[in-house]
């Protein structure tokens, strides 16, 4: 099919989208002309008026010509009625087709995107929310203008928002980003659907390229696609107060009409599985699992920070000895709940009811100083050594490596012997591997400055509650390869 449609279709459709491009760019031109790039006011007057017919009818051209067969299901909101669309899931660039049968609403992008050529252009015409995902205070300032933009009283177009962040599979919503939550008012969820036999659509980090998704979509006869406006969802007060409120249950709404899950996993998870893939880590899996958990107790990381000594001197003294969850809520000084049971169960690898309070302590301390392997070590090699003579057997060798270096699946025997001299590991020894590994406080740091990118992109009031926390020592194995390709 390829080989057969794709002598035909392929070149075909390939031209077609060229001359609408240079049909389009023109019209966007006159539109944008002698504006700056980031807008402080709207475009209005004849220069809207004569554009916007036009590049609506060549956008809904170009999906035409690409093979899409459209079904719209629902009623677009006006302006008044809701300031801003929340689409999902975001699987694809083709999802760009929501904006176009929306009407072209203004879109939150990448600024990297209004400087592709022609393309660039084309997406200054709608007037977009520029954000760059390495600025924090691009962040606060984009959130700012989608405040600004949703409280004009329709002075400016809707905002079309893919809450999620990034691309995933559609096979659920993964947690929304509060950007278009935060101004408190009115959205309408916009829902996205290609049921087709043949995937040719999805773009996440391991798969098809742009490129050869591209051709494989054009050199299909037809490609389904459903956009479903689903009702406008108002904000209780309640909700206007917390925008991760309000986003939870527009996406669990949202969830449900697709038959789909949720799941607590956010861009900056992703983020994560995306540079350990770039490095080959086992450990991603627990960093995420560990922040989930945190995030729902809102544990104090300046607190923690502060304690992490008492930890050390409860975990020193314990000599090994293992706790259960009572005494573990005592030392962390919170009631026992379901969620205090999950981040123990992240420690009770023999699921015995019991851990070894000092894989907790070095956890902590891999977050407290992530990038200072030396001062992990000191930290771990100290608990474990219980008489104090400078070597740990390997049993306990094996056990710091999980735990300071998130390291579950080295040959821990094969290595213990190429290492040791004799039947145990001095802290010299045990330094010098650890240090030729430098990528695994990489990891941990790259996860912090997500983190903290992340805080910072929200208003203060979010920020009171903190998202961090500590990781899991022991996580386990998720083979994910990828790149950093697929964001918005």
């Known amino acids: 099919q390829i080989f057969f449609l794709g002598i035909i279709l392929l070149p075909i459709r390939v031209l077609l989208i060229a001359l609408i491009i240079l049909l389009a760019w023109p019209f966007a031109a006159i539109s944008t002309a002698c504006c700056p790039e980031k807008l402080a006011h709207p475009i209005t007057g004849w220069r809207r008026k004569m554009t916007q017919p036009v590049l609506k009818f060549l956008g809904r051209a170009m999906f035409f010509v690409m093979g899409f067969i459209v ?53 200054r015409a709608v007037q977009p929310v520029l954000v760059s995902r390495i600025d924090p205070d691009s962040r606060k300032n984009t959130i700012n203008e989608i405040i600004r933009r949703a409280s004009s009283g329709g002075q400016w177009p809707q905002i079309l928002v893919f809450p999620e962040g990034t691309c995933t599979n559609r096979s659920c919503l993964i947690t929304f980003k509060p950007g278009a939550f935060i101004p408190g008012v009115p959205v309408q969820p916009i829902l996205l659907r290609y049921p087709n036999k043949l995937d040719t659509v999805t773009w996440t980090w391991q798969g098809y390229t742009f490129i050869q998704l591209c051709m494989l979509t054009f050199c299909q006869l037809f490609t389904k696609v459903e956009v479903e406006f689903m009702p406008v969802q108002v904000p209780s007060d309640e909700e206007k107060n917390d925008p991760i ?39 991603e899996a627990g960093l995420v699992e560990f922040t989930k958990i945190s995030r729902k107790l809102k544990l104090d990381w300046d607190s923690v920070r502060k304690q992490l000594d008492e930890y050390a001197a409860i975990a020193g003294s314990s000599k090994g000895g293992r706790i259960g969850i009572e005494e ?161």
Do not use: W
Not at 256 to 271: M, Q, S, W
Not at 332 to 358: C, E, M, T, Y
């Open 71 to 123: 079904t719209v299901k629902g009623k677009v909101a006006s302006t008044a009625e809701a300031p801003i669309f929340v689409a999902a899931p975001h699987s694809t660039f083709f999802d760009g087709i929501a904006c176009v049968v929306a009407g072209l609403p203004s879109m939150v992008s990448r600024n990297e995107n209004a400087h592709v050529p022609l393309i660039g252009r084309l997406l």
């Open 245 to 283: 409120l309000y986003a939870s249950r527009v996406r669990t709404l949202m969830a449900e009409a697709l038959g789909i899950p949720v799941t607590d996993h956010t861009y900056e998870d992703c983020r994560l599985m995306i540079s350990a893939g770039q490095l080959t880590l086992p450990m």
């Open 328 to 488: 573990f809520a005592e030392y962390l000084k919170l009631p026992v709940s379901d969620v205090l049971r999950q981040l123990f169960a992240l420690f009770d690898r023999n699921h015995d009811g019991s851990i070894d309070f000092r894989e907790y302590v070095i956890g902590l301390a891999v977050l407290c100083h992530p990038a200072n392997t030396e001062d992990i070590i000191q930290v771990a090699f100290k608990l474990f050594d219980l008489d104090e003579d400078g070597y740990i057997t390997e049993e306990e060798f094996s056990t710091i490596l999980q735990a300071s270096l998130g390291v579950p699946d080295l040959d821990v025997s094969g290595l213990f012997q190429e290492i040791a001299q004799g039947d145990s590991v001095s802290y010299e020894e045990f330094k010098c591997f650890a240090l030729k590994h430098p990528q695994y406080a990489k990891i941990f740091t790259t996860y912090l400055d997500l983190q903290t990118c992340h805080v910072f992109s929200l208003p203060k009031e979010v920020q009171a509650a903190p998202l961090m926390a500590s990781n899991k020592v022991s996580p386990e194995n998720l083979d994910e390869s990828t790149s950093d390709k697929k964001d918005d």
